[in-house]
């Protein structure tokens, strides 16, 4: 349940007490049978445990609540906090269906520097309608094509007929507050965040806008922590020199330094706007894109020999021996197809830049894979369909489904490495290289 804080000590002693003695909450339980809905056993006890759930999650939380402030006492000696009933039935809709509940109520009598106090829930706020977990199942059916009218009908498969909370001005009054996140977040400073490695890729969703696709510019960071984040989402002309351009400068504008180093395919638009706006960070290409681009230029008959020889190069422990292999491809391909092998050397020393740096950061430079892998579920989810977005409006869906996915990212290996990255530690093969005293001073 969206809300639920984890509990104290003494909350837990709450809860095992619960149900001996302690006022419940009361959970008004509907019959759907009646209104012809259907549930299965499954739905039925998820439901059933999600309203036990909340009921005795409500019940802990008033508890700790009194019990701080019990000795918050009156002239007369009597109690300044105390429960005072329920509030009004509510419905709130969660992932197991649509619960009417009536949370307790707390009398806080208490003033502090002139203001009377009160009790608010942080597990049921006032107003709240619907989880957390409901609000990012929304973006998903809206990039799917449905119509606000349409969004009731498809939720009830997923949360049952009596769904509520959820009418299409309610819909609409949602997605226009996505658009104004998505619009501060696009603008937010950047001057006390730095970015170690990022990562940078074209994205294309299958989101129809005036019959065409959307091509999203995607810029991954991380931070100087190991946790990555979305640095930006912008819409993109075909990955264009002119589109990048525009991208990075506005980061730099917002306060972005430099990124170490710069991790993306093949692609001109990018890697030039790269060394126009921040010439000082280090290229490295993907190894995935290169293994596929080379292949294309051979017979399929030689593919998979030529891929474990390029598998040796990016696999080797050390820089000499991955020249070694990058030769031994050279000369093995460059006479019969001399394509292949100019469109590997031409990227040479961005193929191997990686070598400079951490060993355990190697798996996370060689690829864009930290790209391809955080929006490949939000890529599933964007289907065509019979829908037309405009441009921003599908910005700002994928921009929450993004943030929904962000949540479950793992952090870099080697996170403690990231600080000697950024002061400018040298590493030679993956191993950083320890200075002796003497050329420390000498330095």
């Given at each position: 349940m969206a809300y639920l804080p984890e509990l104290e000590p003494t909350n837990r002693t709450a809860l095992a007490g619960a149900g001996k003695g302690t006022p419940m909450?009361?959970?008004?339980?509907?019959?759907?049978?009646?209104?012809?809905?259907?549930r299965s056993a499954p739905d039925e006890v998820a439901l059933e445990g999600a309203q036990r759930m909340v009921a005795e999650a409500l019940e802990v939380e008033v508890e700790a609540y009194l019990e701080r402030h019990r000795k918050a006492r009156d002239d007369d000696?009597?109690?300044?906090?105390?429960?005072?009933?329920?509030?009004?039935?509510?419905?709130?809709?969660?992932?197991?269906?649509?619960?009417?509940?009536?949370?307790?109520?707390?009398?806080?009598?208490?003033v502090v520097d002139g203001e009377r106090q009160r009790f608010t829930s942080e597990i049921l706020p006032p107003y709240l309608r619907r989880s957390k977990a409901v609000s990012e199942v929304l973006p998903v059916l809206y990039l799917r094509g449905l119509s606000t009218g349409d969004f009731r009908e498809g939720l009830a498969a997923l949360l049952g007929e009596s769904a509520s909370g959820l009418s299409p001005s309610a819909i609409t009054r949602?997605?226009?507050?996505?658009?104004?996140?998505?619009?501060?977040?696009?603008?937010?400073?950047?001057a006390e965040r730095d970015y170690v490695y990022v990562w940078a890729d074209g994205v294309h969703f299958n989101v129809r806008l005036e019959d065409e696709r959307l091509a999203a510019l995607v810029v991954i960071g991380a931070r100087p922590?190991?946790?990555?984040?979305?640095?930006?989402?912008?819409?993109?002309y075909?990955?264009?020199?002119?589109?990048?351009?525009?991208?990075?400068?506005?980061?730099?504008?917002?306060?972005?330094?430099?990124?170490?180093?710069?991790?993306?395919?093949?692609?001109?638009?990018?890697?030039?706007?790269?060394?126009?706006?921040?010439?000082?960070?280090?290229?490295?290409?993907?190894?995935?894109?290169?293994?596929?681009?080379?292949?294309?230029?051979?017979?399929?008959?030689?593919?998979?020999?030529?891929?474990r020889a390029l598998q040796e190069i990016?696999?080797?422990?050390?820089?000499?021996?991955?020249?070694?292999?990058?030769?031994?491809?050279?000369?093995?391909?460059?006479?019969?197809?001399?394509?292949?092998?100019?469109?590997?050397?031409?990227?040479?020393?961005?193929?191997?830049?990686?070598?400079?740096?951490?060993?355990?950061?190697?798996?996370?430079?060689?690829?864009t894979n930290v790209i391809e892998s955080s929006f490949a579920t939000v890529r599933h989810r964007t289907v065509r369909s019979k829908g037309c977005l405009s441009n921003k409006t599908a910005l700002a869906m994928i921009f929450k489904l993004a943030e929904a996915a962000e949540k479950s990212w793992r952090r870099l290996d080697g996170a403690n490495q990231l600080p000697k990255v950024i002061l400018g530690v040298k590493f030679t093969d993956g191993i950083e290289v320890v200075r002796s005293q003497a050329q420390a001073v000498a330095a």
């Amino acid at each position: 349940m969206a809300y639920l804080p984890e509990l104290e000590p003494t909350n837990r002693t709450a809860l095992a007490g619960a149900g001996k003695g302690t006022p419940m909450l009361r959970v008004v339980e509907e019959r759907e049978e009646a209104k012809g809905e259907v549930r299965s056993a499954p739905d039925e006890v998820a439901l059933e445990g999600a309203q036990r759930m909340v009921a005795e999650a409500l019940e802990v939380e008033v508890e700790a609540y009194l019990e701080r402030h019990r000795k918050a006492r009156d002239d007369d000696g009597r109690a300044l906090v105390v429960r005072n009933g329920h509030a009004r039935e509510r419905r709130v809709t969660v992932g197991s269906g649509t619960l009417a509940v009536r949370a307790p109520r707390v009398n806080d009598q208490r003033v502090v520097d002139g203001e009377r106090q009160r009790f608010t829930s942080e597990i049921l706020p006032p107003y709240l309608r619907r989880s957390k977990a409901v609000s990012e199942v929304l973006p998903v059916l809206y990039l799917r094509g449905l119509s606000t009218g349409d969004f009731r009908e498809g939720l009830a498969a997923l949360l049952g007929e009596s769904a509520s909370g959820l009418s299409p001005s309610a819909i609409t009054r949602l997605t226009n507050s996505w658009q104004e996140e998505y619009r501060a977040w696009r603008t937010r400073p950047l001057a006390e965040r730095d970015y170690v490695y990022v990562w940078a890729d074209g994205v294309h969703f299958n989101v129809r806008l005036e019959d065409e696709r959307l091509a999203a510019l995607v810029v991954i960071g991380a931070r100087p922590d190991g946790t990555k984040e979305v640095v930006a989402l912008e819409d993109g002309y075909r990955e264009s020199t002119e589109s990048w351009l525009s991208l990075l400068r506005d980061l730099k504008a917002r306060g972005m330094r430099a990124p170490v180093v710069a991790v993306g395919d093949g692609a001109l638009g990018f890697w030039n706007a790269v060394r126009e706006v921040f010439p000082e960070t280090r290229e490295q290409r993907c190894w995935v894109h290169k293994t596929a681009n080379v292949l294309n230029k051979l017979p399929k008959s030689q593919q998979s020999k030529a891929k474990r020889a390029l598998q040796e190069i990016w696999m080797a422990e050390t820089k000499k021996d991955a020249l070694a292999a990058f030769d031994a491809f050279v000369e093995t391909w460059g006479v019969k197809y001399d394509k292949a092998v100019a469109c590997l050397i031409k990227d040479r020393d961005a193929l191997l830049a990686f070598y400079d740096f951490p060993g355990e950061h190697w798996k996370h430079l060689r690829t864009t894979n930290v790209i391809e892998s955080s929006f490949a579920t939000v890529r599933h989810r964007t289907v065509r369909s019979k829908g037309c977005l405009s441009n921003k409006t599908a910005l700002a869906m994928i921009f929450k489904l993004a943030e929904a996915a962000e949540k479950s990212w793992r952090r870099l290996d080697g996170a403690n490495q990231l600080p000697k990255v950024i002061l400018g530690v040298k590493f030679t093969d993956g191993i950083e290289v320890v200075r002796s005293q003497a050329q420390a001073v000498a330095a």
